[in-house]
């Protein structure tokens, strides 16, 4: 009876955890436009990026509805390659953990009911092969996912192609900036 009432609300807790996010793209697509025009209307200020000036735009509710779209789109998309993503990884490991009983049962298993010679040279084979391959994926997968951080995470985090042109910080330029 408690086994069959943990099953049942793990499944319903499962449900929910599927059905979340799809009941926040609504208001992810929403939220934003409807907060932004029972505010105030403010112009937004936008910096040029080539002389330092400002420019006042006033952007209507189509354009904010449609620029919370394109956030929305990318929101979803950045969050289901996320998972795809973390996906390689787990598939990755669950690669590394069946090789590494496939080299245990035809490396050693079959050598331990022979003579010690047979076990010996067995060890050596699954240490050796062990060793290698699995060491090398490890690595691999370690690279990949350090790679996954510093482009997916870094990027969806800090990087936003507004128009603004890209300047490297440059101690050379602080310095100048600071002495003249």
Same mark, same amino acid.
């Given at each position: 009876?408690?086994?069959?009432?943990? #099953?049942?609300?793990?499944?319903?807790?499962?449900?929910?955890?599927?059905?979340?996010?799809?009941?926040? #793209?609504?208001?992810?697509?929403?939220?934003?436009?409807?907060?932004?025009?029972?505010?105030?209307?403010?112009?937004?200020?936008?910096?040029?990026?080539?002389?330092?000036?400002?420019?006042?735009?006033? =952007?209507?509710?189509?354009?904010?509805?449609?620029? $919370?779209?394109?956030?929305?789109?990318?929101?979803?998309?950045?969050?289901?390659?996320?998972?795809?993503?973390?996906?390689?990884?787990?598939?990755?490991?669950?690669? =590394?953990?069946?090789?590494?009983?496939?080299?245990?049962?035809?490396?050693?298993?079959?050598?331990?009911?022979?003579?010690? +010679?047979?076990?010996?040279?067995?060890? #050596?084979?699954?240490?050796?092969?062990? +060793?290698?391959?699995?060491?090398?994926?490890?690595?691999?997968?370690?690279?990949?996912?350090?790679?996954?951080?510093?482009?997916?995470? +870094? $990027?969806?985090?800090?990087?936003?192609?507004?128009?603004?042109?890209?300047?490297?910080?440059?101690?050379? $330029?602080?310095?100048?900036?600071? $002495?003249?």
């Amino acid at each position: 009876m408690l086994m069959n009432l943990c #099953i049942l609300d793990r499944v319903r807790c499962n449900l929910v955890f599927l059905l979340l996010p799809f009941f926040s #793209i609504p208001v992810l697509l929403l939220a934003k436009p409807y907060f932004l025009s029972k505010k105030s209307h403010h112009p937004i200020v936008h910096a040029d990026s080539d002389n330092g000036d400002s420019a006042e735009d006033d =952007h209507g509710l189509g354009e904010i509805i449609i620029h $919370q779209a394109i956030e929305t789109i990318e929101f979803v998309l950045g969050m289901v390659s996320n998972t795809a993503s973390y996906l390689r990884l787990w598939a990755l490991s669950l690669a =590394h953990s069946e090789l590494a009983t496939v080299f245990w049962e035809k490396a050693m298993l079959t050598t331990l009911n022979m003579n010690w +010679f047979a076990a010996y040279l067995g060890f #050596i084979v699954f240490a050796g092969v062990t +060793f290698g391959v699995l060491l090398l994926m490890d690595v691999l997968e370690c690279f990949l996912h350090a790679l996954r951080l510093h482009w997916v995470e +870094f $990027q969806n985090k800090f990087y936003a192609a507004d128009g603004v042109r890209f300047a490297p910080y440059s101690f050379k $330029q602080v310095i100048k900036e600071s $002495q003249g």
